[in-house]
């Protein structure tokens, strides 16, 4: 039973223009969503996250938004650069429950291309 | 901030060696750590979950005696794998936090190959 999907497992983007990520997930019950980002051999590094109290946050080029009733979040990137070609890991938990462990999407990889 | 440490990064070694991978958060104090393990093209699994002080608490399907955790000190966790198979070769990961509300960090993995 996957509970958080990403279904397109590749984007690529051109330089400058704007990198959306997809994520869904089906558990209710999920109120803190975190952005990962990957590099081959390498651990997942934190981008940016959202409590589900709240429908966006934004860090200097990275927004994230989520939408409970359609139990969808996306990652936008803008403007999209090439050093930001990676795989990209969505991730959910309950915080205060099942020791707030997290559930990871199966990954986009996005390229940049200049 | 929030650096997350884990040793070593590579390991290669003959079938039923026992190996330790260690887990050490540099700046902040880690009351609960995690242990991942990732296949090539696929998503990270969780294997445990260890609080300090306390004994870890295993997803199903992984197996205690196999995979034992140790969680001794606020900023070190340990993994070892014991009598190892080339089936346990795989990407191993651990992750920190301070608090339930704070992302997770994570280490740069340990590749182990059982040859």
């Known amino acids: 039973d996957q509970q958080v999907k990403q279904n397109s497992p590749s984007l690529s983007v051109q330089e400058g223009r704007i990198s959306i990520l997809n994520c869904d997930y089906t558990?209710?019950?999920?109120?803190?969503f975190l952005w990962y980002k990957k590099y081959p051999a390498e651990g997942p590094t934190f981008l940016i996250s959202?409590?589900?109290?709240?429908d966006k946050n934004e860090d200097g080029r990275f927004t994230v938004f989520l939408n409970k009733s359609a139990k969808h979040l996306s990652l936008h990137i803008v403007p999209s650069q090439p050093g930001d070609s990676a795989v990209y890991f969505c991730?959910?938990?309950?915080?205060?429950?099942?020791?707030?462990?997290?559930?990871f999407g199966q990954g986009t990889e996005l390229s940049v291309k200049p | 901030g929030a650096v997350v440490s884990q040793h070593p990064s590579w390991v290669i070694c003959k079938s039923g060696t026992s190996v330790k991978i260690e887990c050490r958060s540099l700046?902040?104090?880690?009351?609960?750590m995690f242990w991942y393990r990732q296949f090539p093209k696929q998503s990270l699994m969780l294997m445990a979950t260890?609080?300090?002080?306390?004994?870890?608490?295993?997803e199903q399907g992984v197996e205690k005696d196999k995979f034992l955790i140790n969680h001794a000190s606020l900023t070190l966790s340990t993994l070892t794998v014991t009598s190892a198979h080339p089936e346990d070769s795989s990407f191993y990961i651990c992750?920190?936090?301070?608090?339930?509300?704070?992302?997770?960090?994570f280490g740069d993995g340990t590749r182990l190959s059982i040859l």
């Open positions: 992750s920190a936090r301070d608090r339930e509300d704070q992302p997770q960090h």
């Open positions: 558990n209710s019950m999920f109120d803190y």
């Open positions: 959202i409590s589900s109290i709240k």
């Open positions: 991730a959910a938990s309950q915080i205060y429950n099942q020791g707030g462990k997290l559930i």
């Open positions: 700046d902040f104090q880690a009351t609960t």
């Open positions: 260890s609080n300090e002080g306390s004994k870890a608490t295993y």
